[in-house]
């Protein structure tokens, strides 16, 4: 499998031909800068005090003022993030089952799939705050959290890679941590800016078509186009974005052999939990239309992790650093 890893490692000069096929490393003309993956941001050095109430806007909601931050449920993998990253991993008491990082968060009582949430089971942990992004839901699940009284916090789930700046910098202020998010934030935004200052610097590239496959086994097939956060990824890497520009691709679709042969990827882009589901590399490969692109014909099939490549949180400096590497090498 030819991991966001054994790209990078790669970059650095160590010999991985039994990853990465000779055939391919020959044709190569790519010299890619060298690779210094970007690292988590800010990690609190003491407990945060958050200045409360707290008073934020909430999608669906207008303005809601947070009193109590003591008894946090995080409802999707993203904000749980964000949480940990500015100190308040103690105050969470569920999350969903996207809220694996860090490793701390698997240890959370856990509410379900961010998208096919129950009310009853959130309000069993007695929140004195609910706060997720706008893939939660269902809707009537939120709606029904309202009527039963509890602060709910709903923000943009974001559609660029700045806006996991953006992100941070809310959930900051809902959580009354106004300045450690607004610095989190900056930091977040330099550091994505860094990346591609460096990247842009790089001479004597070549420019590779990539497409995202969304696999959750042989019967969940799906083609990423426009407007989905993998091509919001690509566009921050500088690199096109087959389906979107050849096949016209918007959101989501089922994979169709013809759309992925005239999108004429040079690397395919799956998620790592994907790969697993599908049988590794050698499964992507047997998918109609694979063998006949680029990519299948150079094995070209790297994966990264679901939740730092595409939710959009303080990871998203690291991820476009790996994507980058990955896609250009």
């Known amino acids: 499998m030819v991991s966001r890893r054994n790209f990078i490692l790669l970059s650095m000069g160590l010999a991985l031909t039994a990853v990465v096929p000779t055939s391919a490393i020959a044709q190569s003309t790519t010299t890619p800068a060298s690779t210094t993956v970007v690292t988590s941001t800010a ?134 941590l106004t300045k450690a998010g607004d610095a989190l934030a900056d930091k977040t935004y330099a550091a994505i800016k860094a990346v591609q200052k460096k990247w842009e610097k790089t001479t004597n590239r070549w420019e590779p078509r990539a497409v995202f496959l969304y696999l959750r086994g042989p019967r969940t097939l799906l083609l990423g186009g426009s407007g989905t956060r993998a091509a919001a990824m690509f566009e921050a890497a500088g690199v096109t974005d087959g389906a979107a520009f050849s096949a016209d691709v918007q959101g989501y679709v089922p994979l169709t052999s013809e759309a992925l042969v005239l999108s004429k990827p040079d690397v395919i882009v799956v998620l790592t939990e994907g790969l697993k589901s599908v049988g590794g590399i050698e499964g992507v490969l047997k998918i109609p239309g694979v063998s006949l692109t680029p990519a299948g014909q150079n094995k070209r099939i790297v994966d990264f992790d679901d939740l730092e490549l595409l939710e959009l949180g303080p990871r998203t400096p690291k991820a476009l650093e790996g994507l980058i590497a990955a896609l250009y090498q």
């Not at 959290?145 to 959930?171: F, H, N, Q, W």
């Open 43 to 176: 990690v609190p050095v003491a407990k945060p005090v958050p200045k409360l109430p707290a008073r934020v806007s909430s999608i669906g909601d207008g303005v809601v003022e947070v009193a109590d931050v003591s008894r946090i449920v995080a409802l999707n993998g993203d904000v749980n993030e964000i949480l940990y990253a500015l100190g308040l991993g103690d105050n969470i008491v569920a999350n969903d089952i996207t809220g694996y990082y860090p490793a701390e968060s698997l240890k959370k009582p856990k509410i379900g799939y961010q998208r096919q949430l129950s009310a009853e089971g959130i309000l069993s942990f007695k929140p004195t705050l609910i706060i997720g992004n706008e893939d939660a839901g269902p809707k009537s699940t939120i709606t029904q959290l309202r009527a039963a009284g509890a602060t709910v916090v709903i923000i943009p789930a974001g559609e660029s890679v700045y806006d996991s700046a953006k992100k941070i910098r809310v959930v900051g202020q809902a959580v009354g």
